[in-house]
DNA sequence: ATGATACGCGAACAGGCGTTCTATGTCAAG
DNA sequence: CTTGACATAGAACGCCTGTTCGCGTATCAT
């Protein structure tokens, strides 16, 4: 016996699958062979691993030997969850106007709207946060109203990155390309119909940097 | 006792704690307590047993009890793998040029290179494959040289969806804006100095539409 | 000194748990 | 009808596993 299709499967057996499959998801760790056959209805434990030696030939799950709840279902494509991190949306970026706040670690762990993504878009998770960006005044940079932009937390950039910067004398953040010209900074709007402007390099915070954007269409 | 930061654990307790995690990494399943014994060096069974009281009182794991392989890690962010997807990246498509072929069942299956998304992001997963945009052509549609495009197969669009159609007579694909103007539809690359260009509806196939952009800086 | 508290060790208990063995039933092929 | 593959029950074996108990040791304020 080979492989086996879902549905030529026994009636006991699907019973079993997916009384394994409702246990992992309320209980995050696989059942035991007296759960399944109390949860399933099954007479007796023999028979359970009679199933369950199917099951496993059938390639649907596989089984650690001897060790208790030592079952593990067979999901191809499931993915480590600690490939996947969540990024808090901490606000809006108006990309000119408003200030936003630089989080920290406390006001990370308090909100409550996060964007999940996999670590293999992001690397290093340290610093992350995200934003939505408003308006259209980075456009050319292929930022549009209502993307989220993922941030990471840097207090210097190279020149010509995209970054959140914090002017002091206006209170507000704004997203824009920087560039550093001796001791000011050049912040440029990527809209043709906008123009840059010129800050003191005092009177600027570099606040993070552009990591990632997403937009849903 | 309330609340207990990480660093005024005793040694044991630090060793049990990132034991914990480094077997339930490899094993998807917590460890029996006496498996912790060995694994730390610990001496007895009580003694672990003891100090999964106090990282208990610590507010660090959960247990559920007489339950073997009973515990619970306390990650609070921790994300449910199935809210999270993988999706193939099955190619390239060039916004202009070469076929992109639509991906079956079977070849999804078969690639190796995936786009882990949030579920969140896309919503249903069903049909849904990503490519790698290549060329400026649709600069425009903030799509760039090198952004990952999330498609959702699809056979018919709206006025003006971005959707990837694949032309039967020169026998390739591209990624345009996509109008429906009588019999024939309108082609146009989001780039001003490409135009647009129409193509009978009969000579033209929708392969996909356009749910969103991924873009690495 | 003294008692309180935390930490440590070994052993034992009782039920949990995977496994296996025997007996029985079903049913289609030979 | 016989045979053999498959399915079902019940029970028992033996290790696994969480728990608890008794007995130590060290530290420290009282």
């Known amino acids: 016996m080979e492989k086996m299709a879902i549905d030529q499967l026994s009636e006991p057996q699907q019973k079993i699958l997916s009384f394994i499959t409702v246990y992992m998801e309320e209980n995050d760790i696989p059942p035991t062979i007296r759960e399944i056959q109390h949860g399933t209805g099954i007479s007796s434990t023999s028979m359970v691993s009679y199933h369950l030696k199917a099951l496993e030939r059938a390639q649907l799950l596989n089984r650690r030997e001897r060790r208790s709840r030592g079952l593990v279902m067979n999901e191809p494509h499931r993915v ?39 670590r293999s878009m992001v690397g290093n998770t340290d610093g992350l946060y995200a934003l939505e960006a408003k308006g259209d005044s980075m456009i050319d940079a292929l930022i549009n109203d209502g993307d989220i932009v993922i941030m990471r937390r840097e207090t210097d950039v190279k020149n010509g990155d995209l970054a959140a910067v914090f002017l002091l004398d206006r209170n507000e953040s704004t997203l824009k390309r920087v560039y550093k010209e001796g001791r000011r900074l050049k912040l440029k709007p990527e809209n043709p119909t906008l123009k840059p ?21």
């Open 80 to 118: 480590n969850p600690r490939d996947m991190v969540a990024i808090p949306l901490v606000g809006v970026i108006t990309c000119g106007a408003e200030p936003v706040p630089t989080p920290d670690a406390d006001t990370l762990a308090e909100t409550e709207n996060m964007v999940h993504l996999a």
């Open 197 to 217: 402007f010129y800050v003191d390099a005092r009177h600027a915070q570099i606040q993070g940097r552009v990591v990632c954007v997403i937009r849903r269409t």
